[in-house]
C-alpha cells in the first residue's frame, strides 16, 4: 500500500486547512487509516483515526472538536479538515494506514506511511 499526503501549508491561527491522503495499491487490506503530527525534538503523536469500512473515529483530545477526519471509498482517499487553527497545530502532519484492526495508536501499530506534509499556523 502506497500512500500520498498533500495539502500542507501556510495558514494564520484560525484559520481552516484540509489534507489528503490516497491509497493505492492493495488498499483493500487498510482496515484504519490515521493522521500522526511531529515537530522537532518530540515524538511523533496521533491526530486521529478511522476505520476504513465503517467510519469508526478517534480523536486526540488536542484536536477534537476542531478536526474532521473522513473518508471517500470510491477516490481511496482519507481527509483531514482543520479549523480553528492554532500556532501549537504546526507540524508536519503524516497518513498511515494498517490492516490490523485492533485499536492500538501508537506509531508502531501502523505499517504504511505516507511522506508528510507540513502545516505552519502563523500567528
Known amino acids: 500500500v502506497q500512500l500520498q499526503a498533500s495539502g500542507g501549508g501556510l495558514v494564520q491561527a484560525g484559520g481552516s486547512l484540509r489534507l489528503s491522503c490516497t491509497a493505492s495499491g492493495r488498499t483493500f487490506s487498510v482496515y484504519r487509516m490515521a493522521w500522526f503530527r511531529q515537530t522537532p525534538g518530540k515524538e511523533r503523536e496521533l491526530v486521529t483515526v478511522i476505520t476504513w469500512s465503517g467510519g469508526d473515529t478517534y480523536y486526540s483530545d488536542a484536536v477534537k472538536g476542531r478536526f474532521t477526519i473522513s473518508r471517500d471509498n470510491a477516490k481511496n482517499t482519507v481527509y483531514l479538515q482543520m479549523t480553528s487553527l492554532k500556532v501549537e497545530d504546526t507540524a508536519v502532519y503524516y497518513c498511515?494506514?494498517?490492516?490490523?484492526?485492533?485499536?492500538?495508536?501508537?506509531?508502531?501499530?501502523?505499517?504504511?506511511w505516507g511522506q508528510g506534509t507540513e502545516l505552519t499556523v502563523s500567528s
Open positions: 498511515a494506514g494498517t490492516g490490523a484492526s485492533s485499536w492500538g495508536i501508537r506509531p508502531t501499530d501502523f505499517g504504511y
